[in-house]
């Protein structure tokens, strides 16, 4: 099946300070992205879809001004967090898409971005 | 109402027995479904998909969706502990807009025990 690779695996960071998390498609032109996050024990929930090329759309909730995305290719697209508090930290996952659609095409996922805040 | 609700588990079976999922939805408009198996600390990994009412097989894998009842299953045959992890439904909606962007059952941890 087709990879998406996510980098970091895992980070460390002061409240305060900003994390780019990146997500790559690495053998399909991914044009859409989704970013995901799951607190333990509960279920991933959508944060944005990121078209490449345009703005991303944020799911209700969820503030546009502190997690930054950007899909400046299609095969890369970024979620930043900015100004990290404790409450931030979590496992970050991204999706993606290929630009074909049948009846076969999935969601492809990252392995995860462990995101603590201290 | 969340819009798929799945129980949290943990559910604890014997190796080789069946592990029987499920997950109830709200919203008629889903029309393609799937089951994830997550690992701890790991990304979710596709196991089956299905877009019909009516049951799907894939090796000791069997997947149930009931459209008039809104009610999806995962069946896992002969299980073995390699199986225990956590078990997401999800589904979507089968639009341009929609494709890829999924909502998730609460997921079910499973744990097969020697």
């Known amino acids: 099946g087709a990879v998406v690779s996510q980098h970091p695996s895992w980070v460390i960071c002061k409240s305060g300070t900003s994390v780019k998390i990146e997500c790559r498609s690495l053998d399909f032109q991914a044009t859409t992205m989704f970013w995901y996050r799951q607190f333990p024990k509960q279920s991933l929930m959508l944060m944005a879809t990121?078209?490449?090329?345009?703005?991303?759309?944020?799911e209700q909730g969820v503030e546009k001004d502190k997690f930054l995305i950007n899909h400046a290719s299609l095969t890369l697209s970024t979620l930043t967090v900015t100004s990290a508090h404790p409450e931030d930290s979590s496992f970050y996952i991204c999706s993606a898409k290929s630009d074909f659609r049948d009846e076969n095409t999935e969601a492809f996922f990252g392995q995860g971005t462990r995101l603590t805040v201290v | 109402q969340k819009e798929v609700e799945q129980d949290p588990g943990p559910l604890s079976v014997p190796e080789g027995a069946i592990v029987s999922l499920n997950c109830t939805y709200s919203n008629s408009a889903f029309q393609y479904f799937m089951w994830y198996r997550q690992y701890s600390r790991k990304g979710p990994e596709l196991l089956m998909y299905?877009?019909?009412?009516g049951n799907k097989e894939d090796g000791r894998f069997t997947a149930q969706v009931d459209k008039s009842s809104k009610y999806i299953s995962l069946f896992i045959r002969d299980s073995q502990p390699s199986d225990s992890a956590t078990y997401l439904c999800?589904?979507?909606?089968?639009?341009?807009?929609?494709?890829?962007?999924?909502?998730f059952g609460a997921g079910t941890q499973v744990v097969v025990t020697p």
């Open positions: 999800a589904m979507t909606l089968w639009t341009t807009d929609s494709w890829g962007k999924l909502q």
């Open positions: 990121s078209n490449e090329g345009s703005k991303a759309t944020y």
């Open positions: 299905t877009y019909s009412s």
